[in-house]
């Protein structure tokens, strides 16, 4: 599970920042990258990545400003010109679907896979055999979601030195035993996959804020994250102008990360006013509240063990 930042300013592209945009790719747990927000040229920013358009079959819109949604419609009709045939599910507010069917429509652009459009409201938006998403509505101007990705709890790890104990050495029979509940040995003996298999391990969990003015009642929703991805669109000194704007200060996203006793807070959506050493005075303040804070730029990585 790994999260690359395509674009990680706000509201306009800058030299060093581009719109919004983030990657998760679950290769290795389902063979596919979920897009979280598509902001203008977020297909040329995939350009500088390994990512394979075809391989992104879920996108997970938070909001219907410009600078999180206008890359969507050249981003699909790519998708189509790069052999894309898998289903596509698009996830976002009420309007994203008028949005996106009006600019493939009025553009005369033909996708060679069907898309799907589901309408978030707050809740479970997702289910799959190994993945639960939830939406929770936050405060901007328009309807603005945040989404929290949970890995549902995974099978412990085969104890390998108990088979051994046994007289069952390594080899096929090892993924016999984790995969059945029991197991018949040649000479008779069962094995019981709950006596050789260690406990559960527990999943995952990514909380990625849409734009949002800071509220102590977003704090359950992000309770427990490995990693919350938040907006730090303003400095703590600009407070008044962030509530204005319904959006958040790193000290605020510092605080959600805080109470949220999350373990680690990755800031984003950095207004184009605050450069380089400025840059660092925004990872400051956030590490005052919150030490494991990182300021993301434009193809920042990170791995979730």
């Known amino acids: 599970m790994e999260l690359i930042f395509l674009g990680t300013g706000a509201g306009v592209p800058s030299k060093s920042r581009n719109v919004s945009s983030i990657a ?52 699909l009709s790519s998708r189509s010109f790069q052999g894309g045939e898998s289903k596509l599910t698009l996830f976002g507010p009420k309007g994203l679907q008028e949005f996106v069917e009006t600019s493939i429509s009025i553009s005369a652009s033909h996708l060679t896979y069907p898309i799907e459009f589901i309408e978030v409201c707050d809740g479970k938006v997702y289910e799959d055999e190994k993945f639960l998403i939830y939406a929770k509505k936050l405060d ?67 909380t990625i804020f849409g734009d ?31 509530a204005k704007y319904f959006h958040s200060t790193t000290v605020q996203a510092a605080s959600i990360a805080k109470k949220a006793n999350a373990k680690n807070l990755i800031l984003t959506h950095i207004s184009s006013r605050y450069q380089n050493e400025e840059e660092a005075m925004l990872l400051e303040e956030a590490k005052g509240i919150f030490p494991n804070t990182v300021i993301a730029h434009d193809f920042y990585r990170q791995t979730i063990e």
């Not at 290795?28 to 079959?57: R, V, Y």
């Not at 309770?223 to 008044?240: G, L, N, P, R």
């Open 140 to 206: 901007h101007g328009i309807p603005s979601y945040g989404y929290r990705v949970v890995e549902k709890d995974k099978q412990g790890s085969l104890l390998a030195e108990k088979l051994q104990a046994y007289g069952i050495e390594p080899g096929p029979i090892y993924q016999q035993i984790k995969e059945n509940e029991k197991v018949v040995l040649d000479d008779g003996r069962t094995i019981y996959r709950k006596d050789v298999v260690g406990p559960m391990k527990k999943g995952r969990i990514i």
């Open 24 to 75: 998760l790719s679950l290769l290795q747990e389902l063979n596919s990258i979920w897009l979280f927000d598509c902001g203008e040229a977020t297909q040329h920013q995939i350009l500088h990545t390994s990512i394979k358009p075809g391989k992104i079959d879920k996108i997970f819109i938070t909001h219907l400003h410009g600078d999180h949604i206008f890359g969507l419609p050249g981003f």
């Open 212 to 242: 949002t003015r800071y509220k102590e009642e977003f704090i359950p929703f992000a309770m427990e994250s490995d990693v919350i991805i938040h907006e730090a669109t303003f400095a703590d000194d600009k407070a008044a102008l962030a």
